[in-house]
C-alpha cells in the first residue's frame, strides 16, 4: 500500500482536481470525506495549520495542503503516467496555465455558484442534505441559514455586484480556454496533461458531465439559463469531451489497480 490518504469534499471542484490526477496514476489510496463546515478545522489540523481548504493528502506522517502541491507530490512519487510534459517549455507552460485556471477561475465559479444557490430554497436544502447528511427535515431550515451564513463568511457569496464580477471572470477563462485550445484537443502539446485536467476540472459545474463528482437534482434557472447558453460553446463541449474520453478511463484504470 502507498499508505496515502485524501481528505476530500465530494462536489469541491478543487478536491475534484486531486481524485482525478490520483485515478489517471491509479495510485490505490484511502479516500475520507469531510463534512460541510468541519473541513477547515481538520485541514487546518492536517497540515499543521498551513491550509483550512480541501484537498489534503497525507502520506508519511506529512499533510500535504492545495491541489496543485498534491499533484507535484504525485508526479514525483509516481511519474507514470506523466502529468507533468517532459519538454521544459511546454512543461512551464503547463504550469502556467494550471496556475492561471486555479487562480482565475476555481474561485470566481465557486462564488457564481454558491451565490445563485444560496437564493434558491430547493437548491440550497439539497446542498445542506449534502453537506450534512445528518440533517432531519425539521432542522433543514436551521442548516440552509447556518450553511448560507458559512459559505458567505468564507466566499463572499451574497453581493449581487461580486457575483456578475465572478460570472464575468468565469467567461473570461472560458475565452482563454478555447484561444489557448486553437483546434487541438489539448491545452500543451498532443497529450492530457495537467493543465487539461486542471481546466475541466474547475469548470465542471458549467458543464455538469455525467462522469464528474456532482449531478444535483435542482438548479437554480440563472445557473440552467447560463448552462443553456454556453453549451454549444467549444470550451463547454471541451470540458464534456474530457471528461468522457479522460475521467471515465482513469477511474475504471484507479478501479483496476486497487483489486
Ligand atoms: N488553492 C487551493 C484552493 C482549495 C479550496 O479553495 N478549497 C475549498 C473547497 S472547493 C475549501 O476547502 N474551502 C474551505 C474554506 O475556505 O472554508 C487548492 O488548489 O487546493
Given at each position: ?40 478545522a ?29 499533484i ?41 455558484a ?10 440550497v436544502?439539497e ?120 475521467r ?12
Amino acid at each position: 500500500m502507498t499508505g496515502i490518504t485524501l481528505w476530500h469534499v465530494p462536489i469541491s471542484h478543487y478536491s475534484e482536481k486531486a481524485r482525478w490526477a490520483l485515478d489517471v496514476k491509479r495510485i490505490p489510496h484511502t479516500r475520507r470525506r469531510l463534512l460541510g463546515g468541519t473541513h477547515p478545522a481538520m485541514t487546518y489540523l492536517l497540515t499543521r495549520g498551513e491550509h483550512q481548504t480541501v484537498p489534503v493528502m497525507t502520506v508519511d506522517g506529512r499533510g500535504i495542503g492545495d491541489s496543485t502541491a498534491v499533484i507535484a507530490e504525485l508526479e514525483a512519487r509516481f511519474p507514470d503516467p506523466a502529468l507533468y510534459p517532459a519538454d521544459p517549455a511546454k512543461r512551464a507552460r503547463a504550469l502556467e496555465l494550471e496556475e492561471f485556471f486555479d487562480e482565475e477561475l476555481g474561485p470566481y465559479i465557486r462564488r457564481w455558484a454558491y451565490h445563485l444557490i444560496t437564493r434558491d430554497p430547493e437548491s440550497v436544502a439539497e446542498l445542506a442534505f449534502n453537506q450534512m447528511p445528518w440533517v432531519t427535515p425539521a432542522q433543514l431550515p436551521v442548516a440552509t441559514r447556518t450553511l448560507s451564513y458559512f459559505l458567505d463568511l468564507r466566499f463572499r457569496v451574497r453581493s449581487e455586484e461580486r457575483a456578475q464580477r465572478a460570472e464575468e471572470k468565469v467567461m473570461a477563462a472560458l475565452d482563454r480556454l478555447e484561444s489557448e485550445l486553437g483546434d487541438g484537443d489539448f491545452l500543451v502539446g498532443d497529450t492530457f496533461t495537467v493543465a487539461d485536467l486542471t481546466a475541466a476540472s474547475l469548470l465542471y459545474p458549467l458543464a455538469l458531465p455525467p462522469e464528474g463528482p456532482w449531478q444535483p437534482k435542482h438548479l437554480p434557472e440563472a445557473w440552467l439559463a447560463r448552462m443553456d447558453a454556453a453549451r454549444d460553446r467549444r470550451g463547454v463541449r471541451w470540458v464534456s469531451e474530457i471528461y468522457a474520453r479522460h475521467r471515465r478511463a482513469a477511474r475504471r484504470e484507479a478501479a483496476l489497480a486497487a483489486v
